[in-house]
């Protein structure tokens, strides 16, 4: 599995915050995504109701998910296709690797997917000697940069154009080092430019998928530039690697939920390319793959189902739960330190890595609720990071001071006459302190906010002993 | 590395699950699972929008053709197609050589009308343009519907800089739902194509500073030449 800096997390958000760059590329979130998707919104009536259907119709799948994943098998095997159920990210490696050998494959063409993230595949593949290139624009500028995407469906989020530039420049060699490489428009065509040859010279074609459809066993991806077609349409060999419960019953089902993807994603009606594929090329197909396989990864997920944690299996990963989220806004998705940032990763990773690894991440909320707001499938994303911050209080993993700090809380607080006289006394210490300019600027054991800014001082009562004052004023109305 | 076979893991996949769902093995699927399958149907919410008189499912297939940027064009029968096709390609001052589906309804047109240079097959490094057929237009999002098969090589809709569709205006029905089930019908539940692809404007990308560019790895323009054949249908 991919490594994680998720206990890292505070350092990270440091890192984060000081960074002017990515600072900058955070900033284009409101105007990249946020705006567009709320226009879409407003532009389709049945929006809403859209988005119970698409919950509805994931519920009922995954409560009949042994049922609908054994006729999504039992259609790709009448299709000519392979499936390979994979337990862990060690085994889908090992299963992929090895249909690469079967094949004496040189190189492999990557369209975008998050599972592959997930089980670190191309680091894996790449030490067997296969040469591997990611297809997807996003994809293939981090690639160069040797980093992991810091968003689901906008991988390069954060680098800058002049910083694909200086990429370009050092891996495309033998071109004119004088090209201009300004706009984007100049970097698209160098890259599509450089990547026809990868389409033509490819082995084994590996996308994701958004959709496994049981009636028909077929695999659907949802794209833009159509680099995933051309992987899978111009390989000898097409992967498909999806989780378990990216299954759905019907082409109708599929469909329904389409009307909530894209809008939510990127803000448009429909991606340009949505594409179904079901088995290998025909008799008599000209073109297309001679072999589709399937590799259906659990790696954690039956462990969800049943649990408090369900719900999350119902996400599409559209991005719409980061694209709004205010910390995301803030750290961008490196700092999550794994695979899956954002609120749904917040979730997620816990579930996937352990809470001992990334019990941080669920922390990493202000419970403004953006991001259950936006969820196309409904996922309560908030009352999910509660579930976990209780588990995490459980087992220990909160730190000492914090626990210490609660503890001592809760003794006074189930006290109400020694929580009066304390905080009586608290509030006209601490209102001292600020020496009549209303905050303090240094408080001991409060560092943790007060390095960062002032805290405001108490002024005057507190709020009980105005409530009784107020109460006298008004001579017992009551 | 894992030392489960995939047969090993098939079941104990399978066990999790059942156990997570509180059932056992061999429980058989019930009846809202088996009907669901093999009597697909539309689900209840369907965006009104296209619910429409077929010539206003045509009208609003242009319109949401056009917003993602999608070029259209409107012929009275098969036989002006190659004309429209070598007016586009001249009015953008693109190759006037095609590469056309096998398929006849596309390949059979009067090419030599025109001076057009015009071959047929699968698409290759050196093709600038293809002309192909589609299965039909969903009015709801102006997307066209198309099929891979032995008259339709998939790589055509994909690897030419310039696309060009012909669609019947008799194909253009309003909702996806609708597709599948004139899929069905003509191929049998169950039989589908290796590639079914709903195309929604030109390829595009916005991985640059969000910025959004036509013509990533897929076709930069995508023209649509509509026939209308509805009438001669009456």
Redesign the interface.
Same mark, same amino acid.
């Not at chain 1, 409560?63 to 006729?71: A, Q, S």
């Not at chain 1, 429909?270 to 079901?278: A, H, L």
């Not at chain 1, 039956?302 to 649990?307: A, E, F, K, Q, R």
């Given at each position: 599995m991919n490594v994680s800096t998720s206990p890292k997390f505070k350092e990270n958000v440091h890192g984060a915050l000081r960074d002017e760059s990515l600072q900058r590329?955070l900033g284009?979130l409101k105007?990249?995504f946020q705006e567009k998707r709320s226009a879409a919104a407003a532009k389709?009536?049945?929006f809403e109701? *859209?988005r119970?259907?698409a919950r509805d119709?994931k519920n009922?799948t995954l409560?009949? *998910?042994?049922?609908?994943?054994?006729?999504f098998e039992e259609?790709v095997k &009448?299709?000519g296709g392979h499936v390979?159920?994979?337990?862990?990210a060690? $085994?889908a490696r $090992?299963?992929v690797a090895k249909i690469c050998r079967d094949k004496n494959a040189k190189s492999v063409l990557k369209g975008k997917s998050m599972i592959s993230e997930e089980i670190g595949l191309n680091d894996f593949l790449e030490k067997q000697d296969l040469k591997v290139v990611e297809?997807?624009?996003?994809e293939y500028?981090i690639q160069l940069r040797h980093e992991p995407p810091s968003h689901i469906i906008?991988? &390069?989020?954060h680098v800058?154009?002049e910083q694909?530039a200086d990429s370009f420049r050092e891996t495309h060699t033998g071109r004119d080092p004088n090209r201009s490489l300004v706009e984007?428009?100049e970097?698209?065509d160098e890259a599509?430019e450089v990547?026809?040859e990868h389409?033509?010279a490819a082995d084994i074609g590996i996308t994701g998928a958004n959709f496994l459809i049981?009636?028909?066993?077929?695999s659907v991806i949802v794209t833009? $530039?159509?680099?995933g077609?051309?992987t899978q349409?111009?390989s000898r060999v097409h992967i498909a690697i999806a989780s *378990?419960e990216k299954v759905v019953?019907?082409?109708?089902?599929a469909?329904?939920i389409?009307?909530v993807l894209a809008r939510s994603a990127?803000g448009?009606? /429909?991606?340009?390319?949505?594409?179904?594929?079901?088995?290998?090329?025909?008799d008599?197909?000209?073109?297309?793959p001679e072999e589709y396989h399937v590799i259906?990864l659990?790696n954690g997920r039956?462990? /969800? *189902?049943?649990?408090e944690f369900q719900d999350m299996l119902r996400c599409i990963r559209c991005a719409a739960c980061m694209n709004h989220c205010p910390v995301y806004g803030a750290v961008g998705g490196h700092a999550y330190g794994w695979v899956y940032p954002g609120p749904m990763g917040s979730v997620l990773s816990p579930s996937l890595i352990g809470v001992d690894e990334a019990g941080h991440l669920p922390n990493a909320s202000t419970f403004c609720g953006k991001c259950e707001e936006v969820c196309p499938m409904r996922i309560p994303l908030p009352k999910m990071m509660r579930h976990w911050r209780e588990r995490e209080f459980e087992k220990h993993l909160s730190p000492s001071s914090f626990r210490y700090g609660i503890k001592t809380w809760a003794f006074f607080a189930s006290k109400p006459k020694l929580y009066r006289a304390v905080t009586g006394i608290a509030s006209k210490v601490l209102g001292k302190m600020s020496g009549g300019k209303g905050k303090i600027a240094k408080l001991p054991l409060a560092g943790g906010w007060t390095d960062m800014r002032d805290l405001p001082a108490p002024e005057g009562k507190t709020f009980k002993e105005l409530w009784a004052e107020k109460q006298k004023q008004q001579g017992g109305s009551k | 590395m894992s030392t489960s076979s995939n047969t090993s893991s098939r079941d104990a996949i399978l066990g999790r699950i059942r156990k997570s769902l509180g059932r056992g093995a061999g429980e058989a699927a019930p009846v809202s699972v088996t009907e669901r399958l093999s009597s697909p149907k539309a689900n209840p919410v369907v965006p009104k929008r296209a619910q429409l008189a077929h010539p206003k499912q045509v009208e609003l297939f242009e319109e949401m053709a056009k917003s993602v940027n999608a070029t259209v064009a409107m012929v009275v029968s098969d036989n002006d197609i190659p004309r429209e096709v070598a007016r586009f390609l001249a009015d953008h001052n693109l190759p006037a050589r095609i590469k056309t589906s096998p398929d006849s309804a596309v390949s059979g047109l009067p090419w030599s009308d025109t001076a057009l240079e015009v071959s047929t097959g699968i698409a290759g490094p050196e093709d600038a343009v293809s002309v192909t057929p589609s299965f039909g237009g969903v009015a709801e999002t102006g997307s066209l519907m198309l099929r891979s098969g032995a008259g339709t090589p998939y790589t055509l809709n994909m690897l030419p800089d310039t696309h060009i569709v012909v669609l019947k205006a008799s194909d253009i029905v309003g909702t996806y739902e609708e597709v599948w089930a004139r899929l069905r019908e003509k191929e049998g539940h169950g039989n589908m194509p290796r590639t079914f692809l709903w195309v929604t404007g030109p390829s595009r990308t916005g991985d640059i500073e969000q910025t959004i560019q036509l013509g990533a790895h897929g076709p930069r323009r995508l023209h649509i030449v509509l026939v209308d054949d509805t009438k001669e249908n009456k």
């Open positions: 590329a284009r105007s990249g389709m009536p049945e109701a *859209l119970d259907q119709i009922h409560e009949n *998910l042994d049922h609908y994943l054994l006729k259609n &009448a299709n390979h159920w994979c337990a862990d060690a $085994e $090992e299963v297809t997807d624009l996003g500028i906008a991988p &390069a989020i800058h154009k694909v984007p428009r970097l698209l599509r990547m026809r389409f033509f049981a009636e028909t066993g077929t833009n $530039e159509g680099n077609d051309l349409t111009l *378990l019953p019907t082409l109708e089902d469909s329904s389409l009307r990127t448009q009606e /429909m991606s340009s390319y949505t594409t179904f594929s079901t088995g290998p090329k025909r008599g197909d000209l073109d297309g259906l659990d039956s462990n /969800m *189902l049943g649990t | -």
